[in-house]
T-cell receptor, first 114, second 116 residues
Framework: AQSVSQHNHHVILSEAASLELGCNYSYGGTVNLFWYVQYPGQHLQLLLKYFSGDPLVKGIKGFEAEFIKSKFSFNLRKPSVQWSDTAEYFCAVNGIPPRNKLSFGAGTTVTVRA | GAVVSQHPSRVICKSGTSVKIECRSLDFQATTMFWYRQFPKQSLMLMATSNEGSKATYEQGVEKDKFLINHASLTLSTLTVTSAHPEDSSFYIC????????????FGPGTRLLVL
């Protein structure tokens, strides 16, 4: 079985601060990795994804994530957050067949204070 | 592109009745759609995987006779909560995987179900 763990349950920071959210997964095979964001009252949106190639992935809204295979990690980063980044962030992985079946982390609530 | 809609967005029903929720991929075809349940402040729990033209695959612990899934076309899947009880009250979310990018899922806005 595959599992995903997100280290932080709730992160509070000020505007312009840097953000890093941890994500680790447990699965020894080839994986696809995703970060989704859920803004208050809205549906999940895909922030970025990694399938193969350059392990540093750029996503929307200035987010990026780095896949480190040796650490089974896929941490999300943003150099300077804005108030509008307040949301719930979910890391997700698919790997074992069926390959499009996603396993989600528990989510991290990010609150950005103006 | 890659828009998924759900209808209704909110539904309130009496205990014992059945509720149908629709999930549509608006601008792409999806061989596979997924149904999730999300409890407050928690992550998404996969309920079942729905493949067009075949029976759904349910996750362990999910009652297939209670949560009926039909995936009649490449753009529509339905979830029917039969004989709903208050404990079925939840946020139900569907997602769809495009034919050409099956590893990626696009999510619908969710349906808030309240069973009285």
């Amino acid at each position: 079985a595959q599992s995903v763990s997100q280290h932080n349950h709730h992160v509070i920071l000020s505007e312009a601060a840097s953000l890093e959210l941890g994500c680790n997964y447990s699965y020894g095979g080839t994986v696809n990795l995703f970060w989704y964001v859920q803004y208050p009252g809205q549906h999940l949106q895909l922030l970025l994804k990694y399938f193969s190639g350059d392990p540093l992935v750029k996503g929307i809204k200035g987010f990026e994530a780095e896949f480190i295979k040796s650490k089974f990690s896929f941490n999300l980063r943003k150099p300077s957050v804005q108030w509008s980044d307040t949301a719930e962030y979910f890391c997700a992985v698919n790997g074992i067949p069926p390959r499009n079946k996603l396993s989600f982390g528990a989510g991290t609530t990010v609150t950005v204070r103006a | 592109g890659a828009v998924v809609s759900q209808h209704p967005s909110r539904v309130i029903c009496k205990s014992g009745t059945s509720v149908k929720i629709e999930c549509r991929s608006l601008d792409f075809q999806a061989t596979t759609m997924f149904w999730y349940r999300q409890f407050p402040k928690q992550s998404l729990m996969l309920m079942a995987t729905s493949n067009e033209g075949s029976k759904a695959t349910y996750e362990q612990g999910v009652e297939k006779d209670k949560f009926l899934i039909n995936h009649a076309s490449l753009t529509l899947s339905t979830l029917t909560v039969t004989s709903a009880h208050p404990e079925d009250s939840s946020f139900y979310i569907c997602s769809a995987s495009p034919l050409l990018v099956q590893e990626t899922q696009y999510f619908g806005p969710g349906t808030r179900l309240l069973v009285l």
